[in-house]
């Protein structure tokens, strides 16, 4: 007999804790969340440095420490968590297949399916860097894990690719374990780290960020000798004669990072090709009915805090699902248009809409001053300005329903740089 | 009169504050938008501050190390002392969340306090 | 003193050691790498040719047909996969229809399976052809194979039959005795009365150790792209019409699902490196027989060496100043699909001839596959599990890869010592994270089966370490 739960939440970490705490929270009682590793956390355990919870705890906190009060919360709500179980295959059914020791394979029914699968790092097979291929080259979040979780140091001289806030915490890191960082090297003329990231990783040690650089060459047999850096054009194309040699022994690549979506892909979920994760609505529901999604495993976030938060929302939109069922109505798109990477939601149900919706968005590039636009068809339907915009920022806007219910076709987010010629 | 622009580490927003200062006096503080960023750039003028994280050895569990952070900002010109302290300390299991495992690390008034519980093997 | 030395370990030299394990032979097998088909053997198109590419009269031409017929039953002997995929040779324009003709005409002449699609038919099968094919000549028997699968198993069942393995053992020199030879390494000494040259690329390097070459070994470097097992490009390996340059850039649909692109063909660069020259080669020219290619779903890039005999055939002979001294050199496409017959000519006109071969009754010349989760059904599974819960535990994310399946490997005969020995074997890192989530749970398990430190289990090389130090 197959067992049945209301929900079940695939994946422990920021994302999946915070689903399943407001699932119980909220009155449903048989929410399952399975968690492949042996803790609860997910990559929050290995982010040991400061900077989490401002928004949500109204304080600054290290990663485990964030992960452990959504843990505590967890047994004070009673959630029932499957540990060292990885889920192999998802279903449009929202059946679900997963394998530990203690039970072998085992299939399950599930009203409602949270998907919090969290991402995976690009690394040096996809960016397709020329040369050896020797130890010694490393993704800055499997550095990290050496380092914060298993206790040991990969390299002694490091240079990084990518400005990453991973690559650059790494720096630091590294640093204050004792290794020298000769540099960061970023193909874009703009870093994609935090401002504060760059200031107190790379600054307060005095590392150079090569901005409009990348590395061109690996060289070393066994282990990692030597790199070359090169300055790119502005279609990031490498420039002959402006190459740049580090001997280093260790090369972290913080390159970006994307939603792991094999399972949702497998079950014929709708991928957004612009985040690389499901398109959701207003409630974070997939596609295919009763599939929900939040966290990495959705958009890369860059604060943990939006996770949560919108992993409290996904649930929040699971549990309307329960009690409701899907939306009737027809929905509109939300599209990033001028200046505008993606927007999540992408797509909203605009009477659908319990009180307020909010809407996530990153700008193409970074600027001073910009105003944004948010527009169905001709009607324009809000405009801010705004200051100081970066990619690397999730930028928010908050709509009522009632703002949106007359909506009726694809609604728009632009941005437009503000100059000032003086 | 000096300039000083800094990137305030305040929260993720992550401000840029110009400061005017007339020899070791702030003349005037521009740019933050809320007063952690007016109390950042009145520290960072003068004496910057950082929280420090890292870990230090466990043994009595599956882990070799358990992380850690100061309670409160250490002085930045502290940091490379305070982590040769970290670094030779050994804790064992059982560590329960935010117990102190080394008081007034270097005389600076912050704790080095866990940022995780372990429970024992 | 043992009757034979291999020196080499790659395809022919692992298919080479487990023949010989048939008979009553003291045979050791020498490699300078950390594991077995480390070099040219682990960086190839994986393809078993069925012969209709080279010219007639060559070796090539004799023992590629027959090695092709040979795979399926050594698949099943060794508990190997092999695919059978089928190979477009796809034609733009009269000029490469004619080409066609030649082949068609060599697979008549040779038995070899062949079939004309029309450009319609073809665009049906694989619609993501080029609208400049014209025409496309089908060999349905071709087949993939895991290259260094194959060899792995021979060199596991050639040491259970008593065949000594010794892997980090480069040839530092050969010297003459009054009976053979004796083989120095920098860890042994290993005195003999034949040394069968399986080196590939530095095959003429070794023998100008006993005696002056007729021969020279150029590398001629290919590089590719490996394509996401989730990406299904084409079903049948497409090439364009082979050309004085070689086989051209292709599209092959390996065993596990990745699509291979590549290779370029590069003599100037004899480094296993990828280049930015290669790479745009490879990306440029799969354009002339498949279009919607999709590189952005690359997850690694890679090169080989193809040890091109100054010969332009396949080298298999006694050396002329160095009695008890085979060469089987030059052993560039086709030589994975040769392999098999390769050995076997080798063994019945140059070693018959000088060794009594007596059967061993007790050699096994078959392997059990190793249990691979993901191909048992749900009883088997379940079964595997009862038996041994470590089979429930999912070390690879992107694979499903157990624990209980990177142990076995560790643990087997020719085992692995590597990481890399682990991800060719059991394929942990062999997908998108490339590593990234599995390489921490893999090296432990290394570590805790091989009982040596974290920063002692390396990458692949003995120098290559991925851990340095204890941190605290």
């Known amino acids: 007999m197959m067992k049945k739960y209301s929900a079940v939440v695939i994946g422990g970490g920021s994302a999946g804790l915070a689903a399943g705490i407001t699932l119980k929270e909220n009155g449903i009682e048989d929410v399952l969340v399975i968690e492949k590793d042996d803790m609860v956390g997910g990559i929050l355990n290995q982010c040991i440095h400061n900077g989490f919870g401002l928004h949500t705890f109204k304080e600054q906190m290290s990663g485990p420490a964030y992960a452990e009060r959504f843990k505590m919360r967890a047994e004070e709500v009673g959630l029932n968590i499957k540990l060292k179980t990885m889920v192999t295959h998802i279903h449009e059914d929202r059946t679900i297949e997963y394998v530990n020791p ?45 380092l914060n979780i298993d206790g040991y140091q990969v390299g002694t001289k490091v240079f990084i690719l990518g400005s990453g806030d991973i690559g650059l915490i790494m720096a630091r890191r590294m640093m204050l374990e004792g290794a020298k960082v ?42 990692l000798e030597r790199i070359e850096v090169s300055k790119v054009d502005e279609k990031l194309r490498p420039i002959k004669g402006t190459e740049m040699y580090f001997d280093v022994d260790t090369l972290l690549l913080s390159v970006g990072l994307i939603p792991e979506n094999h399972l949702g892909d497998e079950a014929g979920i709708t991928m957004d090709p612009r985040i690389k994760g499901p398109s959701v609505d207003e409630n974070y529901m997939c596609s295919i009915e009763g599939f929900f999604a939040c966290g990495n495993g959705l958009h890369v976030h860059d604060l943990v805090d939006y996770v949560t938060l919108q992993a409290q929302r996904a649930a929040m939109g699971a549990v309307h699902y329960l009690k409701n069922g899907k939306p009737q109505e027809k929905e509109c798109r939300v599209m990033p248009g001028k200046g505008v990477l993606y927007t999540v ?15 996530f968005f990153r700008i193409n590039e970074p600027v001073d001053e910009a105003i944004i636009t948010v527009r169905c068809g001709e009607r324009i339907l809000r405009q801010v300005k705004k200051k100081y915009l970066v990619p690397s920022v999730m930028e928010r806007m908050m709509f009522a329903a009632k703002q949106l219910a007359d909506v009726d076709g694809d609604i728009t987010f632009e941005m437009e740089a503000v100059s000032h010629d003086e | 009169m000096t300039n000083k622009v800094l990137t305030c580490v305040g929260c993720p927003a992550g401000c840029r504050i110009n400061v005017e200062m007339e020899g070791d006096e702030i003349r005037t503080i521009t740019g933050n938008t809320c007063p952690v960023g007016e109390q950042y750039a009145r520290q960072e003028a003068v004496c910057p501050m950082r929280i420090l994280t890292s870990t230090v050895r466990i043994t009595g569990c599956p882990y070799r190390v358990l992380p850690v952070t100061t309670d409160r900002e250490i002085p930045l010109a502290s940091v490379d002392e305070v982590m040769e302290i970290i670094r030779s300390t050994v804790v064992e299991a059982p560590v329960s969340f935010e117990q102190v495992l080394i008081e007034n690390v270097l005389d600076t008034g912050a704790n080095v306090i866990a940022s995780k519980s372990m429970p024992a093997a | 003193m043992y009757d034979i030395v291999i020196v080499g370990a790659g395809i022919i030299g692992t298919l080479m050691a487990r ?23 682990m960086a190839n198109s994986a393809i078993v040719h069925t012969g209709y590419d080279p010219e007639d009269g060559t070796l090539k031409a004799l023992l590629n047909v027959k090695g092709a017929e040979m795979y399926p039953q050594l698949c099943r002997e060794l508990g190997c996969r092999i695919k059978q995929t089928g190979a477009y040779i796809a034609a733009c324009g009269e000029e490469e229809e004619a080409h066609l003709e030649i082949l068609a005409d060599r697979a008549e002449r040779r038995g070899i399976e062949y079939a004309w699609l029309s450009n319609e038919e073809a665009h049906i099968q694989e619609p993501n052809l080029s609208d400049h094919v014209t025409r496309v000549l089908d060999f349905p028997t071709t087949c993939v194979i895991y290259p260094w699968e194959v060899a792995i198993a021979a060199a596991e069942t050639a040491v259970k039959n008593g065949t000594e393995l010794y892997l980090n053992h480069a040839c530092t020199g050969i010297d ?46 290919g590089e590719y792209y490996v394509l996401d097992n989730t990406v299904h490009f084409v079903k049948h390996i497409v090439f364009p019409v082979p050309s004085a340059k070689g086989k051209g850039v292709l599209a092959v649909p390996t065993v596990y699902g990745n699509t291979l692109i590549g290779p370029n063909s590069d003599f100037s660069d004899p480094e296993i490196t990828t280049t930015a020259e290669g790479l745009a080669y490879v990306r440029e020219n ?40 085979i060469n089987i050199a030059g052993i560039e496409s086709p030589g994975l699909a040769s392999a098999p017959a ?92 490339q590593g990234g989530f599995c390489e921490p749970k893999v090296l432990a398990i290394l570590s805790r089966e091989l009982g040596i430190p974290m920063t002692e289990v390396v990458l692949d090389a003995p120098d290559s370490r991925i851990l340095i130090r204890e941190n605290r």
């Open chain 3, 19 to 41: 023949e010989l394990s048939r008979y009553r032979l003291k045979t050791a097998l020498i490699d300078k790498e950390s594991d077995v088909a480390n070099e040219t053997s």
């Open chain 3, 176 to 221: 003459r005795t009054e009976t053979g030879y004796v083989v120095h390494t920098k860890d042994r000494d290993l005195e003999t009365k034949m040394i069968i040259n399986c080196a590939g690329i530095f095959a003429d390097e070794l023998y100008a150790m006993v005696g002056t070459p007729d021969f020279e070994i150029k590398p001629r470097k």
């Open chain 3, 286 to 325: 799969i354009t002339k027989t498949l279009k919607n290619i999709p590189l952005n779903m690359s997850i690694r890039t890679f090169a080989g060496l193809r040890p091109s005999g100054s010969r332009g055939d396949f080298i298999i002979e006694e050396a002329k100043d160095a009695p008890g001294f």
């Open chain 1, 345 to 359: 939601p992408n797509r909203i149900h605009p009477h659908n809409i319990d009180k307020t919706v909010e809407f």
């Open chain 3, 342 to 433: 390769i050995v076997e000519y080798a063994i019945e006109n140059l070693i018959r001839p000088k060794t009594p071969l007596e059967i061993n009754e007790d050699a096994v010349m078959t392997r059990e596959r190793p249990v691979v989760m993901s191909e048992l059904s749900e009883e088997e599974r379940t079964e595997m599990i009862r038996r041994d819960p470590r089979y429930a535990n999912i070390v690879c994310r992107c694979e499903q890869i157990s624990e209980g399946e990177v142990v076995a490997c560790i643990n087997r005969p020719c085992g692995a010592r590597t990481v890399k020995g682990v991800k060719k074997r059991v394929r942990p890192g062999m997908g998108r994270c």
């Open chain 1, 182 to 223: 000769y540099g960061v090297a970023e193909i874009m003329p703009y870093s994609n780290g935090l401002p504060r990231n760059i200031k107190q990783c790379l600054e307060d040690y005095d590392i150079p960020l090569y901005l409009s650089h990348t590395v061109t060459n690996i060289y070393g047999k066994d282990r």
């Open chain 1, 102 to 146: 203690q039970e072998g394979y085992v299939t399950i029914q599930a009203d409602a399916v949270i998907l919090a699968v969290g991402c995976y790092e690009r690394n040096r097979g996809a960016l397709a860097i020329p040369g050896q291929r020797p130890a010694g080259v490393y993704t800055a979040g499997q550095a990290q894990r050496y």
